[in-house]
């Protein structure tokens, strides 16, 4: 049975960093195109970043130069390193991993996390 499971959400002032985990069971991070997606209040979900499973990086523009993901197989489990966060950063982080497509949006077989909450607010 695949598991994602996502920790480290919180709430941040604006300016400050937080590290999302997501430990994954039940498929190897290496093998998968792995990634984050967020979803604000009354928004559609969106893409964050993802690493695919060759190694390349892509990045919302949002959040390029701020958030950078990364994936320790030893521990199995994919990162998401956010740093000068905004207001409109605020939105449940789900962690996600996916096969058949690099945006796992787009495979229907994709696994997600249950997601975590993060807030940023002064």
């Known amino acids: 049975q695949v598991q994602l499971v996502e920790s480290g959400g919180g709430l941040v002032q604006p300016g400050g960093s937080l590290r999302l985990s997501c430990a994954a069971s039940?498929?190897?991070?290496?093998?998968?195109?792995m990634g984050w997606y967020r979803q604000a209040p009354g928004k559609q979900r969106e893409f964050v970043t993802i690493?695919?499973?060759?190694?390349?990086?892509y990045y919302a523009d949002s959040v390029r130069g701020r958030f950078t993901i990364s994936r320790d197989f030893t521990k199995n489990t994919l990162y998401l390193q956010m740093s000068s966060l905004k207001f409109e950063d605020t939105a449940v982080y789900y962690c996600?991993?996916?096969?058949?497509?690099?945006?796992?949006?787009?495979?229907?077989?994709?696994?997600w996390g249950q997601g975590t909450q993060v807030t940023v607010s002064s």
């Open positions: 996600s991993a996916s096969l058949r497509s690099v945006d796992a949006s787009s495979d229907s077989g994709a696994y």
């Open positions: 039940g498929i190897n991070v290496d093998i998968y195109h």
């Open positions: 690493i695919s499973s060759g190694g390349t990086y």
